[in-house]
């Protein structure tokens, strides 16, 4: 069983940064592939960024493509969303994602665990 805990959310201006963390306890991550999504109030939740077990083969959804960016640190059992040059419709609650599988996965049904969100809210 692995427990992620996401943390960094906060109130940020618009162009403003901010950086997630998630941590995983329970047993490690490192083989897993690891996402992010987010879930704005009366939507439904969507894709935002995802990477593989190793850190490579980052993936992003259209809307975030060069201002977010997804990492890890297997040693920390961590992941990472640094959130740059951020938008009012940025904001939600972001949620962090482990998946049994390795590789880099999109869909909300590939994950396995699920944290309990951390709120971002960009003001304008």
């Known amino acids: 069983q692995v427990q992620l805990v996401e943390s960094g959310g906060g109130l940020v201006q618009a162009g403003g940064s901010l950086r997630l963390s998630c941590a995983a306890s329970g047993r490690t991550v490192s083989s897993s592939g690891m996402g992010w999504f987010r879930q704005a109030p009366g939507k439904e939740r969507e894709f935002v960024a995802a990477i593989n077990s190793k850190g490579g083969s980052p993936y992003y959804a259209d809307s975030v493509k060069g201002r977010f960016t997804i990492s890890r640190d297997n040693a920390k059992n961590t992941v990472y969303l640094q959130m740059n040059s951020l938008k009012p419709e940025d904001t939600a609650v972001y949620y962090c994602?482990?998946?049994?599988?390795?590789?880099?996965?999109?869909?909300?049904?590939?994950?396995?665990?699920w944290g309990q969100g951390t709120q971002v809210t960009v003001s304008s």
């Open positions: 994602a482990a998946s049994l599988y390795s590789g880099t996965r999109y869909r909300l049904g590939d994950y396995d665990y």
